[in-house]
């Protein structure tokens, strides 16, 4: 394994909401064995696996070098298609992930076309939208456990989907890459429904400015968050930089020079709105560090 050398260094980029935050130990690894080397190495620090930073709010400006950041952009996608299986490394984009599938005439990943982020992401959060989810095609996952300090391949089953939801959130738990198990298909009728699916994203979401999507996860018993909070007209609400998405009132932007700060105190605006008016408590999406 490659020594891993955690440096300091500006996340800005590193975060789909463009807050500007300073980390003091920031590690960019290439392969699965240098994540996993950087997994050793930060035992009894807290570790904040960035993925792609697309589901991700930095609180702060300022993180010293009590966090130690793991970022996987840089991380080898480690793509093969074999059949009807498709393997992905945790690092590999899931947009990326798509435009293979559909060369390959392998549906199945339509509806997740153009979500940001990556395939360890995807498979973390159980990322999906229009009625599919990400482990509807997911044969296994590939893992590290830092606390045994073991790698396994997990089944579907053993992951634990849910909407939204798996058995590794609130959990130490490290996704290395997952096994896909798509059907075979016409590969211009999966491309012609990737263009629907897009197109229908881009008229619905902001792309205008840096967000990182979906704020809170879809209330039970009441409507969407975006229409909650578009009845409490709070729409193109803003405090500070940040603003609720004028486009989507589910989702908060970044109008400019917006901190993690600004973005906080907005979530607290729309979650006041769905509790004064349907007395839901709303559960936050993103992941806040």
């Known amino acids: 394994m490659s020594v891993v050398r955690f440096s300091p260094t500006w996340l800005t980029e590193d975060n789909s909401y463009r807050v500007r935050a ?24 807290r ?3 960035l993925g792609h930073g697309c589901n991700v709010l930095l609180s702060r400006d300022h993180y010293d070098s ?43 990943l ?3 076309w153009d979500i940001p982020g990556s395939i360890g992401g995807a498979a973390h959060m159980n990322a999906g939208a229009y ?12 893992v590290y456990d830092p606390g045994a300090g073991q790698r396994a391949v997990l089944s579907r089953e053993q992951c634990r989907p849910a909407y939204r939801m798996t058995a590794f959130q609130g959990t130490d738990t490290v996704i290395l890459g997952v096994a896909l198990q798509l059907t075979p298909a016409d590969p211009a009728a999966v491309l ?47 405090i500070g930089g940040a603003q609720i998405s004028p486009r989507h009132a589910g989702i908060i932007v970044n109008a400019g020079g917006a901190t993690g700060a600004d973005i ?26």
């Open 192 to 238: 012609a429904e990737m263009g629907r699916i897009g197109k229908l994203r881009r008229s619905r979401l902001p792309y205008d400015f840096p967000s990182a999507g979906s704020v809170f996860r879809r209330p039970d018993g009441a409507p969407p968050v975006g229409q909650i909070v578009e009845e409490a007209g709070l729409k193109g609400f803003r």
């Open 131 to 142: 009625g599919a989810s990400f482990y509807d095609v997911v044969e296994s996952v590939d």
């Open 264 to 289: 906080l105190a907005v979530i607290e605006v729309m979650r006041r709105a769905a509790w004064q008016r349907y007395g839901v408590e709303l559960v936050l999406e993103q992941v806040v560090v």
């Open 22 to 45: 300073w980390a003091e130990a920031c590690f960019f690894p290439e392969t699965a064995d240098d994540l996993v080397a950087a997994l050793r190495q930060s035992v009894g620090v």
């Open 110 to 112: 339509e509806r997740l």
């Open 66 to 108: 009590s966090f130690h950041f793991i970022a996987t952009s840089r991380l080898e996608p480690a793509l093969v298609v074999a059949g009807d299986s498709l393997l992905a490394g945790a690092g590999a984009r899931l947009r990326d992930v798509c435009r293979l599938a559909a060369r390959c005439g392998l549906s199945g």
């Open 47 to 49: 570790v904040v696996l």
